[in-house]
């Protein structure tokens, strides 16, 4: 498979975890009688690891805005079940930071 034109394997990366962390946050809204919305952003740094000498993202953060439908008032266990079970994320080396933006 050939990236679309601009996109290297760190963009589709990010874009996995991203798409990963939505729909896992989608999936326990679901479980829970509730709708979700949600767009987002990922973004992440390359450089030489120190402990190893190698390259590799070292940095990444995404941000998710979502809105639940009915909305919920307390969000927190919905969002760690979410980046437990998001298994782009698990799967790094390093753990994602999270920006959970939810209404």
């Given at each position: 498979?050939t990236?679309?034109?601009?996109?290297?394997?760190?963009?589709?990366?990010l874009?996995?975890?991203?798409?990963?962390?939505?729909?896992?946050?989608?999936?326990?809204?679901?479980?829970?009688?509730?709708?979700?919305?949600?767009?987002?952003f990922?973004?992440?740094?390359?450089?030489?690891?120190?402990?190893?000498?190698?390259?590799?993202?070292?940095d990444?953060?995404?941000?998710?805005?979502?809105?639940?439908?009915?909305?919920?008032?307390?969000?927190?266990e919905?969002?760690?079940?979410?980046?437990?079970?998001?298994?782009?994320?698990?799967?790094?080396?390093?753990?994602?930071?999270?920006?959970?933006?939810?209404?």
């Open positions: 498979m990236p679309p034109e601009g996109w290297s394997a760190d963009h589709l990366l874009a996995a975890l991203l798409r990963c962390s939505i729909e896992s946050l989608a999936y326990h809204a679901r479980r829970e009688g509730r709708e979700l919305r949600a767009s987002g990922a973004s992440g740094t390359v450089t030489k690891r120190d402990d190893d000498g190698r390259y590799a993202f070292v990444v953060e995404c941000t998710i805005h979502a809105e639940l439908s009915p909305r919920v008032a307390e969000v927190d919905l969002v760690l079940k979410a980046e437990r079970d998001c298994f782009v994320g698990s799967s790094l080396k390093i753990a994602p930071r999270y920006d959970w933006r939810v209404s």
